[in-house]
T-cell receptor, first 111, second 116 residues
Framework: KNQVEQSPQSLIILEGKNCTLQ??????????LRWYKQDTGRGPVSLTI?????NTKSNGRYTATLDADTKQSSLHITASQLSDSASYIC??????????FGTGTRLQVFP | DTGVSQDPRHKITKRGQNVTFRCDPI?????LYWYRQTLGQGPEFLTY????????KSRLLSDRFSAERPKGSFSTLEIQRTEQGDSAMYLC??????????????FGSGTQLSVL
């Protein structure tokens, strides 16, 4: 069964600290992996998209990594800001164009 | 604003009533998706259109749900005889069929439905 699992479910950090969110997937055949940021009451916004051949991709203070062999991805946030408080959703795409969404990690950044 | 637009942002209705939501995708995008999201969960796929053709429907889309995209531009999602379990955020997303498997999906801000 195609599944995307994220951990931790929720995370609280202090402003300025770094954090890493995890994503494990069992989707096959794999096409690409995406990370989205979703603010409360808003739609998800794309952060990164990585294909099979890409190991890492950065978008400002966000860096995503992908290990297609172990089917794991991580999203690292550097020097967190209050505005980083949101849910971060890992999404894996199969070659059928079907997107499988994880349940997200809810991040709260406190001053 | 050239993003995906959804209307209304919020809808409160009584059980048994019909509701209709509208989505205006990014103008040059030919693919349009509807998702449903409940609190603490990721979005769940409902249906998608390529131009005016509805190409796939999830088994989550019961016969009370219907979606249209008559001219290949905006889309509507109608829920008939609403039930309390229909309460959720309904998200619309669009993308352009460029042939690339990593085409970016752009989401609207959603319509939050509350069924009393």
């Amino acid at each position: 069964k195609n599944q995307v699992e994220q951990s931790p479910q929720s995370l609280i950090i202090l402003e300025g600290k770094n954090c890493t969110l995890q994503c494990n997937y069992t989707v096959s055949p794999f096409s690409n992996l995406r990370w989205y940021k979703q603010d409360t009451g808003r739609g998800p916004v794309s952060l990164t998209i990585m294909t099979f051949s890409e190991n890492t991709k950065s978008n400002g203070r966000y860096t995503a990594t992908l290990d297609a062999d172990t089917k794991q991805s991580s999203l690292h946030i550097t020097a967190s800001q209050l505005s980083d408080s949101a849910s971060y959703i890992c999404v894996v795409s199969a070659y059928s164009d079907k997107l499988i969404f994880g349940t997200g990690t809810r991040l709260q950044v406190f001053p | 604003d050239t993003g995906v637009s959804q209307d209304p942002r919020h809808k409160i209705t009584k059980r048994g009533q019909n509701v209709t939501f509208r989505c205006d995708p990014i103008s040059e995008h030919n693919r349009l998706y509807w998702y449903r999201q409940t609190l603490g969960q990721g979005p769940e796929f409902l249906t998608y259109f390529q131009n005016e053709a509805q190409l796939e429907k999830s088994r989550l889309l019961s016969d009370r749900f219907s979606a249209e995209r008559p001219k290949g531009s905006f889309s509507t999602l109608e829920i008939q005889r609403t039930e309390q379990g229909d309460s959720a955020m309904y998200l619309c997303a669009s993308s352009s069929l460029s042939g690339a498997t990593n085409e970016k999906l752009f989401f609207g801000s959603g319509t939050q439905l509350s069924v009393l």
